[in-house]
């Protein structure tokens, strides 16, 4: 969910204003994305590389997950989303992380739609994670490593619960993945569009479904042995 601090350049605001702008957008698209029957929604909210980000503006984007978790739970509960949160969550501060617990804790028996927020999240580090887990399992005779494949190694992923994501929405322009979800989007369809963050509402969203609704997925194959890409999942 980029642009939040360009949006706020442009404008002449302190950066922290185009995050709590970026706030609002998120619960349009969670919005749209539970009235449209989308099953799986991953927004990438904050990676490792964040921590590196001024002191201020690092402890803004936490009081402001920590207002989001808050003000939320009760939207949640009537829509019957159920919170998930994947990364290094141990980083978090501890009033953020007892707040998301809680949260995931209430959130765990809906069933309408999930909201996977990737949090001190980095797809390397999720990839390393699940090699070590492996190795380990090797180690202790639990898992032998002719059995290894590509099933199984997502099995011990971030996201081993969740179908791969049909599309990766990457707003204000940037052309790259930025360590998101690298092992499951491997057949991702990727949408980008020059539209910062803050103005990326209700319409934008739609149009980046109907575009991949658009397209034929052949995941190798040919268009013959295809049917047609339709918008059901995550």
């Known amino acids: 969910m980029d642009g939040n601090g360009r949006w706020a350049k442009k404008r002449g605001l302190p950066r922290v204003m185009g995050h709590r702008e970026g706030v609002k957008r998120v619960r349009e698209v969670v919005t749209a994305a539970r009235e449209l029957g989308i099953e799986v929604l991953t927004l990438y909210a904050f ?6 980000r001024p002191k201020s503006e690092v402890s803004a984007l936490m009081e402001l997950l920590q207002t989001y978790l808050v003000n939320q739970l009760n939207d949640m509960l009537t829509n019957r ?7 290094d969550l141990e980083r978090l501060p501890d009033v953020v992380r007892k707040t998301l617990d809680e949260t995931i804790e209430r959130t765990s028996g809906n069933s309408e739609m999930i909201l996977n927020l990737a949090l001190s999240y980095s ?13 380990q399992d090797c180690l202790d005779g639990v898992l032998s490593p002719d059995k290894i494949n590509e099933k199984l190694f997502s099995s011990y992923l971030f996201t081993a619960e969740y179908p791969d994501p049909d599309l990766v929405i990457r707003t204000s322009g940037e052309q790259r993945l930025s360590n998101f ?3 499951q989007a491997a057949y991702s369809e990727l949408y980008i569009t020059p ?10 969203f739609v ?9 034929e997925r052949r995941f190798g194959m040919i268009s013959e042995q295809l049917k047609p890409c339709t918008v059901n999942g995550s």
């Open 207 to 215: 149009k980046a479904l109907v575009d991949l609704q658009r397209r």
């Open 181 to 183: 979800l690298l092992f």
């Open 195 to 204: 539209v910062l963050w803050p103005d990326f509402n209700r319409d934008e």
């Open 123 to 135: 797809g390397r580090y999720e990839i390393a994670q699940a090699a070590r887990r492996i190795a």
């Open 81 to 87: 989303i159920s919170l998930r949160a994947m990364g």
């Open 47 to 52: 990676s490792q590389e964040n921590w590196a």
